[in-house]
């Protein structure tokens, strides 16, 4: 019965958990519709600094935040040494937004603020040629449409990191390290509803770049095939 630790790293939108659930629950659901068999645990690392033994842990899933990864918390630093131990061991690992710039840091690269602003709504991921043998991302079509809210991101991805998708905002949507490690910058967890609510939330930061936010709000549809991304990573396992 695999092993899956979910490690929280931020708290959803009080709406959001309302409706939905927290980020543990989001992941859970997924992740148990994939593979039934699998055991969940939730982790969060603010506030149970003590990371767990990586034994007999299958996979780490690491959520989105509202921290930013160039804050560069206690808790968030130590995290970094954690996963390349567990990477060591070839556990398992998908990282989503706060996760992906985590992981990729931890691996070598480099995140921070994006130099064209915030990315928020519902848009185009087209995956490149090195995924096309990628046994999590081969199965997806060429194109296909995401949720995203995030004003860091990679600037770097590490040296031995491979890039799978990119879009016109950004270049690192997605990087595997290694043969089981991936991260990703959109989220396969929201929904059109959660998406909804976080879009209300950034309004006033993207009125400020320009955006419009009521054409944002209007564009947001399901994402079936970047949701499926978590169900087929639990299958994996």
């Known amino acids: 019965?695999?092993?899956?630790?979910?490690?929280?790293?931020?708290?959803?939108?009080?709406?959001?958990?309302?409706?939905?659930?927290?980020?543990?629950?989001?992941?859970?659901?997924?992740?148990?519709?994939?593979?039934?068999?699998?055991?969940?645990?939730?982790?969060?690392?603010?506030?149970?600094?003590?990371?767990?033994?990586?034994?007999?842990?299958?996979?780490?899933?690491?959520?989105?935040?509202?921290?930013?990864?160039?804050?560069?918390?206690?808790?968030?630093?130590?995290?970094?040494?954690?996963?390349?131990?567990?990477?060591?061991?070839?556990?398992?690992?998908?990282?989503?937004?706060?996760?992906?710039?985590?992981?990729?840091?931890?691996?070598?690269?480099?995140?921070?603020?994006?130099?064209?602003?915030?990315?928020?709504?519902?848009?185009?991921?087209?995956?490149?040629?090195?995924?096309?043998?990628?046994?999590?991302?081969?199965?997806?079509p060429t194109r296909f449409m995401a949720h995203l809210t995030h004003g860091q991101t990679v600037l770097k991805a590490p040296e031995d990191g491979v890039v799978l998708a990119y879009n016109d905002h950004d270049h690192h949507q997605a990087i595997r390290y290694g043969t089981r490690q991936w991260s990703v910058q959109f989220h396969p967890e929201f929904n059109a509803d959660i998406l909804r609510a976080y879009l209300e939330r950034v309004k006033d930061a993207l009125i400020d770049q320009g955006d419009d936010v009521s054409e944002l709000i209007n564009r947001i549809r399901e994402t079936p095939e970047a949701s499926s991304l978590l169900e087929r990573f639990s299958r994996l396992l």
């Open 1 to 140: 019965m695999p092993l899956v630790l979910i490690v929280k790293t931020g708290d959803a939108f009080p709406e959001v958990v309302e409706q939905h659930g927290d980020f543990g629950a989001l992941f859970e659901r997924p992740l148990t519709r994939g593979n039934p068999a699998l055991t969940v645990k939730v982790w969060d690392p603010r506030a149970e600094p003590d990371a767990p033994e990586l034994d007999g842990l299958d996979a780490i899933v690491i959520t989105g935040s509202n921290s930013m990864i160039s804050d560069a918390e206690p808790w968030s630093e130590a995290l970094k040494p954690w996963l390349r131990a567990a990477r060591a061991r070839d556990i398992a690992m998908l990282g989503v937004c706060y996760g992906h710039q985590l992981m990729a840091e931890a691996f070598g690269g480099e995140g921070g603020d994006h130099p064209n602003g915030r990315e928020a709504g519902t848009f185009d991921i087209e995956r490149n040629e090195a995924s096309n043998a990628d046994p999590l991302f081969s199965q997806l």
